[in-house]
């Protein structure tokens, strides 16, 4: 299956062929056969066949819609490129095509998870910064009891996220998940209540 001319686009409409053809319903085996002989006519009645069953799977892994509709589009377009590697005595053409859609979803999931986990490594680094420049003022110039007792100063939020992190050395995600408490919420206050302990207890001035 290599010429690009009967490659479909990706707006392709897909719709299947209606009139002449054999009387039975072809199976969805041997359309998939078709499939791999470059016959874009199997492939509109098989992504008919099965696009809604795929998409179906998929929206069940990754949830949201319109990455579960790309994640469709993707399956089906590597049916279309993959088709010669079916191997009828492994399995049907439904179970091939369904196994390709869940390992799509899953990688999809993972990908996305991935991301989402470097953009909050580099926000807790970010604000591990901040944090530091106060707390090793703090920790530097003043006792520990004398620290103590300027946390009463603080709000009971402000003082929870502090103690975690300043004495149980709690990364911001840790501490937001403790408090029960927004990321960006627990960040604001852990500056706020650092700021006021470092003026509660005289230091740069």
Known sequence: MTGGEN???????????????PTETPSEDELLAGVARGEPDAFAAL?????????????RVVRDPAQSEEVTQEVLLEVWRTAPRFDASRGSAVTW???MAHRRAVDRVRSEQSARDRTERAGAREGAAEHDVVAEEVEVRLEHEHVRRALASLTDLQREAVELAYYGGRTYREVAELLDAPLGTV???MRDGLIRLRDALGVGR
Not at 47 to 59: E, K, N
């Open 47 to 59: 992504y008919d066949r099965l696009a809604a069953s795929v998409y179906g799977l998929v929206r």
């Open 97 to 99: 095509v369904m196994t």
């Open 7 to 21: 490659r479909p686009r990706a707006d392709h409409p897909l719709r299947s062929v209606a009139g002449g053809g």
């Open 187 to 189: 960040k604001t206050r």
